[in-house]
């Protein structure tokens, strides 16, 4: 199975979670890593199977190659395709913000017809408001906060990428159970 992971990263944290991800999913997916920057809608089209990450960004912004990006991001069909995402976020500093950037590329995902996979609970964060809450219980993704839990990071990482390993091979076979 061949994965696309596309990320953005000014202070380069989300870079490092990236890079921390593809290192453990490695050994059963093959990951291909592109900094959103560096890409256009062609490249994410080919894959049926992506990993989108980034931050939010002051008032609940997109991080800046992905704000660029983002009109682009909006023509991509996601029909037939399956998504996982992770986000960094401040829950104290932005409590009202906290991995927004998630859920709006969550909801556009949705809106072009795409799956969302990797689906993270809430519990043990501490926030007033994301716009990547599903419920009270669950984000579109992994949250993650650099700032305020970095010790739970790599727990954090780790777990997930278990979960969204699982969650692709099921995609696959319910897939090919359908043929």
């Known amino acids: 199975m061949k994965v696309g992971m596309f990320w953005g990263s000014d202070t380069g944290a989300t870079e490092a979670v990236a890079d921390i991800i593809v290192n453990y999913l490695s050994p059963d997916l093959n990951v291909e890593s592109i900094e959103i920057s560096r890409t256009n809608t ?25 704000d660029i990006f983002f009109n682009k991001f909006c023509e991509i069909n996601f029909s037939g395709k399956t998504v996982a995402l992770f986000g960094l976020g401040d829950q104290a500093g932005y409590s009202d913000y906290f991995i927004d950037g998630v859920g709006i590329i969550a909801k ?59 969650e692709f091979t099921a995609e696959i076979k319910e897939e090919h159970s359908s043929d």
């Open 42 to 66: 062609d490249k994410i089209s080919e894959f049926e199977w992506l990993i989108l990450g980034l931050s939010t960004w002051h008032d609940g912004e997109l991080q800046s190659d992905w």
């Open 108 to 166: 556009q995902v949705l809106q072009a017809g795409g799956k969302i996979i990797g689906k993270w609970p809430t519990e043990g964060y501490d926030f007033d408001s994301s716009k990547a809450s599903i419920d009270d219980f669950s984000f579109y993704g992994l949250a993650i906060d650099e700032e305020f839990q970095p010790e739970l990071t790599d727990e954090r990482i780790k777990i997930w990428c278990e979960q969204i390993k699982r």
